[in-house]
């Protein structure tokens, strides 16, 4: 005779149970966030919430190449089980949140060198507004020439230097 009262005890193990293919997910996470330490400078790895152990591991890691760095990957992804990983990759997240600043930064210069180039006044009127020591006359020469480059399908060396000269009054 079958007792169907324990079909149910196992359902209810299964709601806490993890697949192994999750843990192994979960390990490679750590492992990956272990990587992007051992890319850290010296300088930005002490400001890491790390502990000593993991700091020597990752240290050590900088100076393997080939198979031992690849062990020493995992090594670091075994002592990452006992870290905070939340904790470092906001620490990750803070330290490159000003390079996605910069990326945006040069985004919006080149949005501007590009409507300039497109013969769109009212950008260069909201450029001098933000930038009154701007140099006019440079800026009409460099849209002028960066027109002609691109209408004779040369090298855009004009708008280079356009976009240089735009990024080196927004610093």
């Keep these: 005779m079958i007792d169907t009262n324990t079909n149910d005890h196992y359902e209810d193990d299964e709601e806490f149970v993890i ?57 670091i992804g075994v002592l990452m089980r006992t870290e905070d990983a939340e904790a470092i990759q906001k620490a990750l997240d803070r330290l490159h949140k000003p390079e996605k600043q910069q990326v945006k930064k040069l985004h919006k210069i080149e949005k501007w060198r590009d409507d300039l ?19 006019h006359q440079y800026v009409n020469q460099m849209i002028r020439n960066a027109k002609k480059e691109k209408a004779s399908n040369k090298s855009p060396k004009s708008a280079r230097a356009l976009f240089q000269y735009l990024e080196g009054l927004n610093r």
């Design 19 to 75: 697949s192994k293919s999750q843990i192994k997910r979960e390990m490679n996470a750590l492992q990956d966030l272990g990587k992007a330490l051992v890319k850290l400078t010296p300088n930005q790895l002490k400001k890491m919430p790390i502990t000593e152990d993991l700091l020597v591991s990752v240290t050590e890691a900088k100076k393997y190449k080939m198979k031992a760095l690849k062990r020493q990957l995992q090594r």
């Design 117 to 135: 180039v497109a013969g769109e006044a009212s950008v260069l009127d909201d450029i001098v507004e933000q930038f009154p020591e701007l140099d």
